[in-house]
């Protein structure tokens, strides 16, 4: 045997059973599709396929939940974790540094947060697709968009470079070939051939970045990576043309992955093109998880990079992303307000939302409140995915009666719909930003953080930026008015309008609404959790670490700022 | 001395050849052209990975590179028999010049950017000589030593130790995500009568051509 | 094996293969072309990646070859991605008679 094999945990594998349950589920998808349901008629086909794809989500919720539930029990009361599971299993969960299969994943609260997050968002997307019918091959759409999940799961859970790409490319690649599932839709391959292309190039851009990050610093481990840049204390990017470079190709990736002007062309094209629930999934489960892993790697790893002098247009890339977030903002809502297709103005709403994001991130890279100023960002991505899952299954509703996305194709729903109408209008405002609906909360948040920082260059810049927010937050108003113009000012039409909504749309429409309302009415459980589990989510380290870090701590990176209050231990026992 | 000469030179032959192919590849207007081009860089690479002494990413990046990608690029070619090339394959006329000094302009950048990397960890600068570590074993080396002198002598079963223990849920991944791409793709490329009713009437012998539904390709 | 070739060398060839590619990228409008280039763009990342391995010192806990597995993992993702990309391209094809990347244009806006 070899004496070098590390030995390995099995035990590994049960802390991410909802990401195997769902892998293994997709073949039983495929599989139970092509044996039994392919002889059925379409109707009942579609919705024997949905409800097995549901039977999964449910089974590997009910896993996430339980060890969600696992994990604050043994923050909270570690001796009746003991009673229950055993001595040794219960030791194996305590485990302070939330780090399996060697450091290269994350686990604990944080992972089990985000996961029943998108196991939520997916149980709804999967429901919406069972409105309407887009596609023959029904057991090998459910699967991509299972598989996809998987990816989306383990990338927001990676703390390791090569872990990262790999979930990243399985997440975009089921979600390209998804996208054009719709065949009997030209644009339907057009949404995915593009989004192929644009996302291909830009995933070879930000491998190129990335292999001059692990040149520079000789790991791929976010937190070695923090440490080994942190020795260049205040210096950071400067005179350091290739790391500059990294970074910029970096942030072309991830640009892309989020949506963010200049990377956006493929954004409006895709969401419009693709069939409604995938554009849905492409809109809140991959930008949730893009977002995480870039709260990441640019917090945990490249944070020594972030704004090492101080001022705001130094060595780092706080300056780059400022600009990128206003850039974002800006023109996603000024390029909403000429829509006329609903989906279209949703994809522009998405790019405008994720200049707001970009705030956050910026924000929180110079937060007086370390790390727990991401906290803000993710209640906010989580208010948005919410908010937005139940848009798109109004874009589903349009293409099951209508056969178009125009936002003149709710004409009159008020009163054909009241109900439901009353929840867009609900969807609406909290996209908005509109007290006292959640959305209103998450921008408060993100502008508070903003605003919360130490005596700086960067202050004055960032107030700024919370200015261009406010004035974007009123443009954006006026594009959501429109639909809700449509649906309470006009006039239905005599025929051809929107039937009755069944149990596949109402139900995300309805969900959506209690939670944005719910979580506007009282923001705090959910702010303080995310507020919780952001600071072990950025600062996740191995527990020898400590023990070999470099032997030069010197005064240079003693002196910096702020990256060093976050590499405490991450749950101080 | 001698030996550092002669594996210089065969390193200038391999990336000047290297080059010549990718050029070709970007710049060929006939596309099965563009394609043995990019098996010829394929090759090239492979021939670094061997004076990077990871042969077994050489043998990889052969197999599967040349083996698998640059065959099934062929065969996108000939499916959609674009053999000759025709205006849309070669570089767009009024772009052609400002592509290539932009092209320039990236490459001199790089390397401006290599010459003056500041390497935080302190490790030797990239420009210059900076030499590979020693294999040869000594007293007193670091720990890091003795496991890269193992990895490349064993390069295979580290590889397979990586895989199966730091890297396991990453090897994973890559199982899921090529049974992904193989579901999704013969999902989408095989044609049902719907997609065929809309098109020109054509004599094709195409492989994708039958109206089987999936099932047969896919189990 | 006592050739020591200049890391810097490996990343000059590296650049210049990522320029080259991105050059075709930017500048081929039939899709199967820019695949290529982006083939061409993924090696020589793979290419940088080994380079980096070899003559680098690592970071304490980065394992032996981080940067090989990288590399295996990218040939990975790249069989998998020209695997879609031809199925896309293929499917486009059948609709417009085009592998025009500039020549489906549903949508505008």
Same mark, same amino acid.
């Given at each position: 045997m070899p004496v070098n094999a590390l030995p390995m945990d099995l035990r590994d594998f049960l802390r991410v059973a909802p990401a195997v349950l769902l892998s293994a589920w997709g073949l039983v998808v495929v599989a139970a599709d092509l044996a039994r349901y392919r002889r059925r008629d379409a109707e009942s086909r579609r919705l024997a396929v949905g409800r097995l794809t549901?039977?999964?989500?449910?089974? #590997?919720? %009910?896993? #996430?939940?339980?060890?969600?539930?696992?994990?604050?029990?043994?923050?909270?009361?570690?001796? +009746? &974790?003991? +009673?229950?599971? /055993?001595?040794s299993f219960a030791s194996y969960f305590s485990r302070p540094d939330g780090l399996i299969f060697f450091g290269t994943l994350a686990s604990g609260l944080p992972t089990d947060v985000l996961n029943v997050l998108f196991l939520t968002l997916l149980g709804l997307v999967v429901w919406t697709s069972t409105a309407y019918a887009f596609t023959d091959d029904l057991g090998e759409y459910f699967a991509l968009l299972l598989w996809a999940t998987v990816g989306m799961m383990l990338l927001a859970a990676s703390e390791e470079l090569a872990t990262l790409f790999i979930a990243l490319e399985t997440m975009t690649i089921c979600l390209y070939l998804a996208s054009a599932f719709e065949k009997s839709k030209p644009r339907s391959a057009e949404a995915g051939l593009k989004y192929f292309i644009y996302g291909s190039v830009s995933s070879a851009l930000f491998l190129y970045g990335l292999s001059f990050v692990y040149g520079l610093t000789g790991t791929t481990y976010f937190d070695a990576i923090g440490r080994v840049l942190g020795r260049g204390g205040h210096e950071g990017l400067a005179g350091n043309l290739v790391g500059g470079a990294a970074l910029l190709l970096m942030l072309v990736g991830f640009g892309f992955k989020v949506a963010a002007v200049p990377f956006h062309m493929w954004a409006p094209d895709v969401y419009e093109g693709a069939p409604a629930p995938v554009s849905a999934w492409i809109a809140t489960g991959s930008k949730v998880a893009s977002f995480v892993v870039m709260l990441k790697v640019f917090l945990h790893a490249l944070g020594p990079w972030s704004n090492p002098s101080n001022e705001l247009m130094g060595p780092g890339w706080l300056g780059v992303v400022v600009v990128l977030a206003a850039a974002t903002m800006t023109y996603g809502n000024l390029a909403a307000l000429a829509q006329r297709n609903y989906k279209r103005m949703l994809a522009y709403s998405s790019i405008a939302h994720a200049g707001y994001i970009l705030v956050g991130v910026a924000a929180a890279s110079v937060s007086t409140a370390g790390p727990e100023a991401a906290g803000a960002v993710l209640y906010y991505l989580v208010v948005y995915a919410f908010a937005n899952v139940g848009a798109f299954a109004v874009a589903a509703w349009l293409a099951r009666d209508r056969d178009g996305d125009a936002i003149a194709d709710l004409d009159g729903l008020a009163r054909t719909s009241p109900a439901l109408a009353v929840c867009i209008v609900v969807l609406m405002l909290s996209l908005i930003g509109v007290p006292p609906f959640a959305g209103f909360f998450g921008k408060l948040a993100i502008f508070m953080e903003a605003l919360r920082q130490g005596p700086s260059g960067t202050r004055i810049v960032l107030a700024w930026l919370v200015a261009l927010g406010l004035f974007n937050s009123v443009v954006s108003a006026f594009y959501y008015v429109r639909v809700l113009k449509a649906m309470y000012l006009r006039e239905a039409p005599s025929v051809g309008g929107l039937q009755r909504a069944k149990s596949a749309i109402a139900v995300p429409i309805v969900v959506a609404t209690v939670v944005v309302t719910a979580c506007g009415i009282v923001p705090s459980p959910l702010m303080d959790l995310m507020r919780a589990i952001a600071r072990p989510m950025l600062t996740a380290t191995t527990l020898d670490a400590t023990a070999v870090t470099d032997a030069t701590p010197a005064a240079g990176a003693t002196a910096r700022p702020r990256p060093v209050a976050w590499t405490t231990p991450s749950r101080p026992e | 001395m001698g030996e550092v000469v002669v594996a210089r030179i065969l390193f200038l032959a391999i990336a000047a050849l290297g080059l010549l192919a990718a050029l070709g590849t970007v710049l060929s207007r006939n596309l099965v052209h563009a394609a043995l081009h990019l098996v010829g860089f394929f090759f090239c690479v492979a021939c670094l990975f061997v004076m990077l002494e990871a042969e077994f990413l050489a043998a990889v990046q052969v197999l599967i590179y040349i083996g698998a990608v640059a065959i099934l690029l062929m065969f996108g070619i000939m499916l959609t028999r674009n053999t000759r090339g025709d205006d849309a394959t070669s570089l767009s006329g009024p772009w052609r010049l400002p592509g290539l000094v932009a092209g320039l302009c990236l490459f001199g950048a790089l390397v401006f950017g290599i010459n003056n990397a500041v390497s935080p960890s302190g490790a030797s600068p990239w420009a210059g000589e900076a030499a590979r570590p020693s294999l040869v074993e000594r007293e007193g080396e670091p720990a890091w030593a003795a496991e890269r002198r193992r990895a490349v002598e064993d390069m295979g079963r580290v590889v397979g130790e990586e895989f199966l223990t730091r890297y396991a849920m990453a090897f994973e991944l890559a199982g899921l995500l090529l049974t992904a791409a193989l579901v999704g793709a013969v999902a989408l490329a095989h044609r049902d009568e719907v997609g065929a009713a809309e098109l020109p009437p054509t004599v094709e012998a195409l492989p994708a051509d039958s109206a089987e539904p999936v099932g047969t390709a896919a189990s | 094996m006592a050739n020591d070739i200049p890391l810097s060398?490996? &990343?000059?060839?590296?650049? %210049?293969?990522? =320029?080259?590619?991105?050059? /075709?990228?930017?500048?081929? +409008?039939?899709?199967? =072309?820019? &695949?290529?280039?982006?083939?061409?763009?993924? @090696?020589? =990342?793979?290419? @940088?990646l080994v380079a980096f391995w070899r003559y680098g010192t690592p970071a304490p806990g980065a394992g032996p070859l981080p940067g090989v597995i990288l590399a295996l993992l990218v040939i990975t993702v790249a069989a998998a991605e020209v695997a879609v990309g031809i199925g896309l391209i293929l499917l486009c094809y059948r609709r417009w008679r085009a592998v025009d990347v500039d020549r489906y244009e549903t949508m505008s806006g």
């Open positions: 549901l039977i999964g989500v449910g089974l #590997a919720l %009910a896993s #996430a939940v339980a060890l969600f539930g696992i994990d604050s029990l043994a923050q909270s009361d570690a001796p +009746r &974790l003991d +009673r229950l599971l /055993g001595e | - | 060398w490996f &990343l000059y060839f590296a650049a %210049a293969a990522f =320029a080259t590619g991105l050059v /075709g990228v930017l500048l081929r +409008r039939n899709a199967i =072309a820019v &695949l290529m280039a982006i083939e061409i763009m993924l @090696n020589a =990342a793979n290419v @940088n």
